[in-house]
């Protein structure tokens, strides 16, 4: 088993802004340790189209690919002496990967593990081992589903027909293999309507046998397929020197994270299309190095903290209580 411990005096770097003495240049994010590492473990290769999706996933979408089971391995490696303490493995979608099951054991021999799925393609084959290693591990393994709409006309709107069915049939498969899955929706309804909606995901996940729903409803980010769907930012919605003015840098999850592709690192799961969020190749380099918040994305991530990470044990708690989790604000990433 790995022991994960920070070295050099990471442990206690936080992350902090250094403002630009000119108000239109963006604020620039100096990151502190490095706590989550995300892998773009199934490129943009998806089983379906989403009309939402922010970097456009689909089944021929090959922007970026898979990565091996090596590849993983290798920066599992290099994550060890940065005092990484968990991951995430996302894509496109995950289980369209051959060796998905194989890559999330391995990870859970380094840390808390988190794998983000549309639910469609989960099979016992998958669940069986993957339940063994949780049990074997110390670490938790979570997984993300989403589902995008209480019913199977909000949903496969959004999904495509039949997805609906297929994804609760994924979350009821979950829970046969003793897992308890974070339920994401992007919130494609109406300002103001999110109590209701929520409410309805309790009912709907409830009536499937999910007594205890952990419920995440994400903020919708207009870039990529959905910003044809909607609109995208205008050119007010950006991050300014004077927003970064008493603000936790750490909320944001550029602070402490950093995400694997096969094209090298990037700043974050959200920019993959965006030329500058590309960090090079080398992860101890790319942990510290810094990013101007000049993307509008960045704006959504200002306003809602760690939108990408799972929220903390104590908000997903409250959220099964019928809060309501909108994003994540500074809880654990994980």
Known sequence: MHRMGAVNGF????????????????????????????????????????????????????????????????????????????????????????????????????????????????KHRHLEPLAAAAAESPYSLEFRVSIDGFDAAGHDAIRGAGSFAAATQGVQLLLAHGFLPIVTAVQTWEPGEDPE????????????????????????????????????????????????EGYDAERLLCASARIVTDRGVWVCPILLDAPEGNLGDDLAAAAGRSFRLSHAACSTCWLHGAICANPGTAALEAGARGAIEIGASNGSPG
């Open 197 to 244: 909606v929520y409410a309805a995901f309790v009912a709907m996940l409830r009536g499937i046998g999910y007594h205890h729903p952990r419920i995440k409803l994400l903020p919708v980010l207009r870039i990529g397929a959905e910003a044809a769907r909607s609109h995208g930012y205008v050119a007010s919605e950006r991050v300014t020197n004077a927003m970064m």
């Open 11 to 122: 442990e206690a770097s936080r992350a902090r802004v250094a403002p630009h003495a000119d108000a239109d240049t963006a604020p620039l994010l100096i990151p502190g340790h490095l706590d989550s590492l995300w892998f773009q473990v199934a490129g943009t290769v998806c089983n379906i189209r989403c009309a939402h999706c922010f970097i456009s996933c689909s089944p021929t979408n090959h922007a970026f690919g898979f990565l091996s089971l090596e590849d993983v391995r290798r920066r599992l490696e290099e994550s060890v002496p940065l005092g990484v303490r968990e991951f995430y493995f996302t894509g496109g979608e995950p289980f369209l990967h051959p060796r998905i099951v194989e890559i999330l054991a391995l990870a859970l021999e380094y840390g808390p593990t988190s794998v983000l799925t549309n639910g469609m393609l989960l």
